[in-house]
């Protein structure tokens, strides 16, 4: 089947009980045993809800894979897939990655002794060298968040075969309608379904993805054990939303290039991270590995002004000055403040996440009354 095919239908059935077209949300804890033991797949809707599980069906689908744990958010699929590792164990990770990932990783998982390398992966030499004896783990996080920066998904998963590493890419800002990393070598997936999967800013969830069964096995145990599993209404939201993402994809990477070319030409505007340039330094990659560039991009004002670029997020009218992403609406942020306010400044910096960078997050609207925002703003800073 085709992608927009497999959106409305993988994992979902009429109910057998009632012919419900739509997958009932099946709002209950606990099932029914016809003897100690013995149950119709169900027993703890910690352990399997029938509304997550044509959920996990569905998303395994979107990405070609066989299997899928769902999580109550993208933090808690992060928190299992590094719960893989043990004491001793290292990671390789990029240096300008979500700022919720890095969190996790230095002050949740340092002190249980993984240690974490943040470096340039936009060059195979880089993650090449950063390599130990230790690395059991290389993230991948592309295009970037909030840099839009392009990672070579099948050289780094090669690199990670070779040196017995997993390899695991966050795949939420290119969803897998644009990108499929598994096809490309890697070890698992994982996404925060809030974004857009969900895409109605009404639903946090997340989703580890992978076609290797040890390692599935392994993610369902950790699942169920830790416990950070959605709730069957959220998975009902989720997969509302994956009928409708190829459409909405396509409009926001639509928009997002009208948008990046108009502000790419605004004389107040200095720089435009957004990989559908040519001049992106990693086009050629994302043409590559992509099938198109997405609906996220970031900016900088030409007076390299902090106070300008806070100002400016407050003064759009149909951008809304927002954390997350991926939603129907458009949304604006200031990354230094927002979602990323947890990298210390100098590690910011040194990644060239600048204080007075502006992430948007480019919606469905008409892109003429997006421009047409932005344009008012951008007048007033």
């Known amino acids: 089947m085709k992608f927009g095919t497999l959106a409305i239908h993988a994992g979902q059935e009429p109910d057998t009980a009632t012919g419900a077209v739509m997958t009932p949300i099946y709002q209950t804890s606990t099932f029914a045993q016809s003897e100690p033991g013995v ?32 999580f109550s958010s993208g933090m808690g699929a992060i928190d299992a897939v590094v719960k893989l590792l043990k004491a001793g164990d290292h990671v390789v990770a990029g240096n300008d990655l979500y ?8 002050k949740v998982f340092e002190q249980f002794g993984l240690s974490f390398d943040f470096i340039d992966m936009s060059e195979l030499a880089n993650v090449k060298a950063a390599l130990t004896p230790n690395t059991r783990l290389i993230w991948i996080e592309t295009p ?7 990672v070579d998904i099948e050289g780094i998963s090669r690199l990670a075969k070779q040196s017995g590493a997993l390899s ?27 974004k857009y999967i969900g895409g109605h800013s009404d639903v946090i969830l997340g989703a580890a993805i992978t076609n290797d069964d040890e390692l599935a096995e392994k993610l369902h145990f950790i699942q169920k054990s830790s416990g950070a599993t959605p709730g069957p209404f959220d998975c009902f939201l989720a997969l509302r939303g994956t009928k409708t993402l190829h459409l909405r994809m396509q409009r926001h990477c639509e928009n997002a290039s009208r ?17 559908g340039f040519k001049t992106h330094p990693n086009h050629d990659i994302a043409a590559r590995q992509m099938s198109d560039f997405g609906g996220m991009l970031s900016f900088t004002l030409k007076n ?78």
């Open 144 to 150: 970037t968040n909030p840099l839009l920066r392009i």
């Open 39 to 70: 149950h119709k797949g169900y027993d703890y809707s910690r352990a399997g809800n029938p509304t997550r599980t044509a959920l996990e069906m569905n998303l395994a689908a979107l990405e070609g894979a066989k299997h899928c744990a769902a």
């Open 304 to 381: 390299d002004d902090i106070r300008a670029a806070r100002r400016l997020t407050t003064l759009t009218r149909v951008f809304t000055l927002a954390e997350s992403l991926g939603g129907v609406e458009s949304l604006i942020e200031q990354p230094a403040t927002m979602t990323h306010a947890s990298l210390p400044r100098d590690v910011r910096l040194k990644s060239g996440l600048e204080d007075s960078l502006i992430r948007l997050s480019v919606g469905v609207e008409d892109v003429d009354d997006l421009t047409e925002d932005l344009n008012q703003a951008l007048r007033q800073v």
């Open 259 to 275: 948008v990046a070319e108009f502000l790419s030409l605004h004389p107040n505007v200095k720089h435009v991270n957004y990989p």
């Open 168 to 194: 695991v890419v966050d795949n939420t800002f290119a969803t897998p309608y644009l990108q499929k990393p598994l096809s490309l070598g890697a070890d698992i997936v994982v996404h925060s379904a809030t």
């Open 99 to 106: 700022g919720g990932t890095y969190r996790i990783f230095v």
